[in-house]
């Protein structure tokens, strides 16, 4: 299983940004995927989440009605859609899945929110 994210960046506040995940290794539209982000000194924080079929979602409430989370299963692609973007949403963006009895996460992107 292999999980790649891309598409951090800076950007200013109230601007937006695309994240991808690539993955490859599983059957990406058996299982759900989500995202997490980690800040400097701060725990893991769960974003949203996606199921296979792309008709079930989960968003944490910091998130909810800025964040959208979609996938492509034609290109084994996760995407966050982050919009109205702010400083305390600047971390190091995770992809994640459970496939089988184990846990994986790609190695990150950073996004830094500039106020």
């Known amino acids: 299983v292999q999980l790649v994210e891309s598409g951090g960046g800076l950007v200013q506040a109230g601007g937006s940004l695309t994240l991808s995940c690539a993955a490859s290794?599983?059957?990406?539209?058996?299982?759900?995927l989500g995202w997490f982000r980690q800040a400097p000194g701060k725990k893991r924080e769960f974003v949203g989440a996606?199921?296979?079929?792309?008709?079930?979602?989960a968003y944490a409430d910091s998130v909810k009605g800025r964040f959208t989370i979609t996938r492509d299963n034609a290109k084994n692609t996760l995407y966050l859609q982050m919009n109205s973007l702010k400083p305390e949403d600047t971390a190091v963006y995770y992809c994640?899945?459970?496939?089988?009895?184990?846990?994986?996460r790609g190695q990150g992107t950073q996004v830094t929110v500039s106020s």
């Open positions: 994640t899945s459970h496939v089988a009895t184990s846990n994986y």
């Open positions: 290794g599983f059957t990406f539209n058996n299982y759900a």
């Open positions: 996606l199921s296979g079929g792309g008709s079930s979602s």
